[in-house]
């Protein structure tokens, strides 16, 4: 495994070396290894032997930030010399080149990196102990096949999960592991994700769906509205949200209040106004706002009346009229808790003061068009159904939804291709399927999972526990999912899931939890295309194949996979007879059904991208119900907005929660478990609130050296919270709670609201597990909790009480 | 013809882009940039009668590589005159025959682009991507930056087009060394002097 990985570094150290020894700086040694020898530095190249031959190939960078970056990777002697972005065309902004961040300027450390898993490898120690010994590729696939068969023969396909991972997010080809499934009898299904549970399971309850106004849009805005969205730090993409946010504003001139706990760069960058607030209290705020509106009459009546449901007593259902359940009656303390949600009570809630909620409710509700965006932050918590549909709830109240400058209040959206590149699935026999977040509990309490205490869905409870794990280029198993001490243990109890198979390129902290852990090709070195995903009113396509043959034992998913169902008799069915090559271009095709527009195959490969423009101009939300709300009625029971969800109250009605657990038919501010009220405050007095981190994409790229250095990880706290810690910045310090420690540099910052503390999320965790247990590698991770929300069962990454002391 | 940069500060998001493009095309050490992007901001916070939080907390970026002066310290303060102005591009570069990487223009230079290369014991730094230039290209950063914050070209063009300003905090005073640099300021500027730089741990 080390011979090769030592002859890669000393052949790329020996170059930079030779560099230098011949042309004296460092400089010379770009000129080398850097360039383009056909048009930059052959001199410098005749000088120390032959000019290699080059070729440029185009990939792509696909990990989850919800964007897609093009890249050309510039290849000698089938090796990565260096990587360009998409630097074709004019650049002109609607035709934009699609500009990689700096994750993907560094993909070449990744790709060329020392630590890359070269061979298939089989746990020998502990499960979680890390030790491994180097197998064949048909002991592994053997091995593989039958834990596979014995599980499906034992407990049946729902006890095989294929775990939500997002190594290679939108990159077609990880869904080859589900077909494999599918074929064996299918999978347990899960719902929602660790990125958007909250949003995705609340907002249908409101509008039928999730959509938002395409980021573009906001071009044609007089106010925009932030809360929790930080684009500029998550998707920093140059075809992205974050290039839309600000061509956007620059045309519009529109101004920018950002609500957040923490001055976010897309604050900085963007903001008039900074509005600091306590984590978990948005929905407080909205309701104050609400207050603001309907006491002094600035509601758009007209559009309340005619799209809504439930906003004042005339516009409830027949059924539930005269009761004081309303939106209004709730809002103006006519209602069950007889309490005016003013600008005040929401004061001593959020923390913002009263007067700048008054005038933040006049200013929205008196300029028009006003788009209010919330990024998935405010969402990922203990009340983040509430929490989403509240924020919504600014949108409706003003008439703001479904025009151009307006928005509904969800999240980022935008035009997207309408081409279909999916690998074709055969059905899924499995029609039960749980929180996606929950699969510790599958695999931990298995039978004892409900319907209506844990959200198990298509049966009263889980029918078998999960035996079987496939986790292709996913983190979740520990790194990217909560509380890692518990699920540590969990994993680590054999008797419980009882095989593990990982696909990565590291050997990640999730990898040493695999019985057998396969060394897979990067995205980029195996044929596949991706689409974009949030991009404003230009959609694309990217398409690549691999850019260098494979090195060392690595091979591509799909041979691997073919291999497995070739031992189960199944590789004719599984592959339909083609290989990699064959199924890009056949899919590639499939997408032609969509868009018949699209390139021929031989001249995409070539052009690598493909983009198209929205052919509204403008993706605006819900547009058709707005103009037309009989015609073209939302996806809801009534067809319209329903501000009082008499469905949710119904199909909850019998849930068990715990007292601290809330789902309202209203959307409206709830307390949350461990939010800044829990009595676990007098403990632990600090909220802390992850953060998606520049130099990192989730736990992908997290282990980059050149990115940790530029980007270290850091907890951000307020200069009064640290002085009356008694700590100074760049002090090293222990965060901590019930659940575990972390060992971090503090950043003492005016940038964040005192009492909360920020920590960017996907560190690699780095803890002795069999010791101490402190995580010197500052994975947040290692203090979540593993409480799932009341509705979406999912993940309240951002709530979470620690408190801070030098380490 | 002399070369310079432009730095808009109203579209730079500090995402580092243009550090990390310059130093995967110069293969450079981990702990060395050409380009490095300053984080600047400031602020107090207060708890009003009613508890909750007023404060003036601002901040911007900042990116910033080697200027290119008309009157450069580096090449002023060089005990071994290893450094020269090229006299067509602008371009100021160290000659590594003569460079016994002694840190002088490292620690002379206000805008700290010179670094010393320890293991070759040489003065490194931006070079404008001479290579580039000399193709008809930009300089890596100009082409990587996602936001289109940056631009590269005839300082005079430069100035035409974006104005002749080139201080912003916390850059020295431009009359120092006169660099060939054009800055829009970020619209938070005007609360620049109550600010400090905020990431020193993070420039390289």
């Known amino acids: 495994m080390t011979t090769h990985e030592k002859t890669s570094v000393s052949r790329r150290t020996f170059v930079k070396g030779t560099a230098l020894a011949g042309l004296g700086a460092a400089a010379g040694s770009a000129t080398l290894f850097g360039c383009a020898p056909a048009t930059e530095g052959g001199a410098d190249l005749a000088a120390t032997g032959d000019a290699p031959e080059e070729k440029v190939v185009w990939g792509h960078c696909a990990v989850n930030c919800e964007c897609r970056c093009a890249l050309r990777f510039h290849v000698v002697d089938d090796e990565v010399a260096w990587v360009e972005t998409d630097n074709t065309g004019d650049d002109e902004y609607g035709n934009h080149q699609l500009r990689a961040c700096q994750r993907g300027r560094s993909i070449r450390r990744w790709i060329n990196h020392p630590d890359r898993l070269t061979v298939p490898l089989k746990r020998v120690g502990k499960r979680g102990e890390g030790k491994f010994e180097e197998i064949s590729w048909d002991e592994a696939i053997d091995a593989i096949a039958t834990a596979y068969k014995k599980v499906l023969d034992e407990y049946g396909p729902e006890a095989v999960l294929v775990q939500y991972a997002t190594g290679v997010q939108d990159s077609n080809i990880r869904n080859f592991v589900k077909r494999l499934a599918c074929i064996n009898g299918g999978f347990l299904k899960t719902y929602g994700s660790y990125s958007s549970a909250q949003i995705g399971q609340a907002l249908p309850w409101l509008y039928g769906g999730r959509e938002a106004n395409g980021t573009s849009d906001v071009a044609n805005s007089k106010l925009v509205v932030l809360f929790g969205d930080n684009s500029c730090e998550t998707k920093m993409s140059g075809g992205g949200p974050t290039y839309h946010y600000m061509m956007g504003l620059e045309k519009s001139g529109a101004k920018v209040i950002a609500v957040d706990p923490r001055y976010t760069d897309t604050a900085a960058v963007h903001a008039d106004q900074w509005i600091p607030i306590r984590p978990g209290t948005d929905a407080a705020l909205v309701d104050a706002c609400a207050y603001v509106m309907i006491t002094e009459g600035l509601v758009d009546a007209e559009f309340l009346s005619t799209y809504c449901v439930g906003y004042d007593d005339a516009t409830m259902p027949e059924q539930l009229r005269g009761q004081g359940k309303s939106y209004v009656d709730y809002i103006t303390g006519k209602g069950a808790d007889q309490t005016p949600k003013t600008p005040e009570w929401a004061s001593a809630i959020t923390l913002v003061p009263a007067e700048t909620i008054a005038a933040l409710a006049r200013e929205i509700a008196t300029t028009k068009p006003c788009a209010i965006y919330q990024g998935k932050g405010p969402q990922r918590r203990g009340n983040g159904e509430q929490t989403a549909r509240a924020i919504c709830m600014l949108a409706i109240l003003t008439g703001n939804v479904g025009i151009n400058g307006g928005n509904t209040g969800s999240d980022l959206d935008s035009y997207y291709m309408p081409a279909d590149y999916g690998i074709p699935m055969p059905d899924n026999g499995v029609e039960t399927s749980i929180g996606v977040f929950t699969w510790i509990d599958a695999v931990d309490r298995g039978t004892a999972m409900t319907a209506t205490r844990d959200g198990v869905r298509g049966r009263d409870a889980l029918a078998v526990p999960v035996k079987f794990i496939f986790n292709y280029g996913g983190n979740c198993l520990t790194n990217q999912h909560h509380d890692i001490n518990r699920t540590h243990d969990i994993l680590a109890d054999e008797s419980k899931c009882e095989f593990i198979v990982v696909w990565d390129t590291f050997l990640t902290d999730s990898a040493k939890y695999a019985d057998i852990l396969l060394p897979d090709l990067m995205a980029v070195e195996q044929p596949n295309i991706v689409q974009s995903e949030y991009a404003g009113n230009m959609a694309y396509t990217i398409a690549g194949t691999a850019i260098t043959s494979p090195k060392f034992e690595r091979r591509t998913l799909y041979s691997v996979l073919a291999d497995i169902a070739d031992k189960l008799g199944q590789r004719d069915e599984f592959t339909e007879g083609l290989d990699e090559m064959g199924w890009l271009e056949r899919l590639y095709e499939q997408g032609r059904e969509g868009d018949p527009d699209q390139p021929t195959f031989e001249a995409m490969l070539e052009q690598g991208v493909y983009r198209k423009l929205c052919p509204e101009g403008e993706h605006v939300a819900f547009k058709d119900f707005r103009d037309d709300p009989v015609a073209n009625p939302l996806d809801t029971p009534s067809g319209k907005i329903e501000i009082y969800s008499a469905a949710l109250e119904e199909a909850t009605a019998d849930w068990e929660l715990a007292d601290d657990e809330f789902i309202s038919p209203l959307p409206v501010y709830c307390p949350e478990s461990e939010g800044y009220a829990d009595p676990l405050s007098e403990k632990y007095p600090l909220q802390m609130t992850g953060f998606h981190y520049k130099g990192r994409c989730h736990s992908s790229y997290g282990n980059i050296e050149v990115l940790k250095a530029a980007n270290p990880q850091e907890l951000w706290m307020n200069p009064l919270d640290a002085e009356e810690r008694g700590l100074t910045d760049g002090d090293t310090v222990h965060v901590f709670n019930d659940r575990g420690t972390v060992e971090i540099v503090v950043k003492v910052t005016p940038r964040i609201i005192p009492g909360t503390v920020a920590m960017g999320q996907g560190a690699w965790h780095d803890a002795d597990m069999a010791g101490d247990k402190v995580d010197k590698g500052a994975c947040i991770n290692t203090l979540t909790a593993y409480k799932p929300s009341p509705y979406a069962k999912a993940n309240p990454s951002h709530t979470n009480l620690v408190e801070v002391a030098r380490a | ?204």
């Open chain 2, 1 to 204: 013809m002399t070369y310079g940069f432009y730095f808009n500060g109203q579209r730079c998001t500090g995402c580092k882009t243009c550090v990390m493009a310059c130093k995967d095309k110069n293969d450079l050490a981990e702990n060395i940039n050409f380009r490095n992007v300053l984080e600047y901001g400031g602020g107090t916070w207060e708890k009003g009668a009613d508890g909750c939080w007023g404060t003036n907390t601002f901040a911007y970026n900042v990116s910033i590589a080697c200027n290119h002066c008309d009157m450069p310290m580096c090449m002023a303060q060089c005990p071994q005159g290893a450094i020269e102005k090229d006299a067509d591009t602008g371009e100021v570069r160290s000659d590594p025959e003569k460079c016994i990487g002694c840190g002088t223009c490292a620690t002379t230079c206000p805008y700290g682009a010179p670094k010393v290369d320890m293991e070759q014991m040489k003065s490194v730094k931006c070079n404008m991507c001479a290579d580039r230039v000399e193709a008809g290209q930009k300089p890596i950063c100009v082409e990587a930056c996602p936001l289109r914050a940056l631009d590269f070209g005839d300082i005079d063009e430069l100035r035409a087009t974006y104005g002749d300003v080139a201080d912003l905090a916390p850059l020295p005073d431009s009359s120092e060394t006169s660099p060939n640099l054009v800055i829009t300021a970020p619209a938070q500027a005007a609360a620049a002097p109550a600010g400090e730089l905020l990431n020193e741990r993070e420039i390289l």
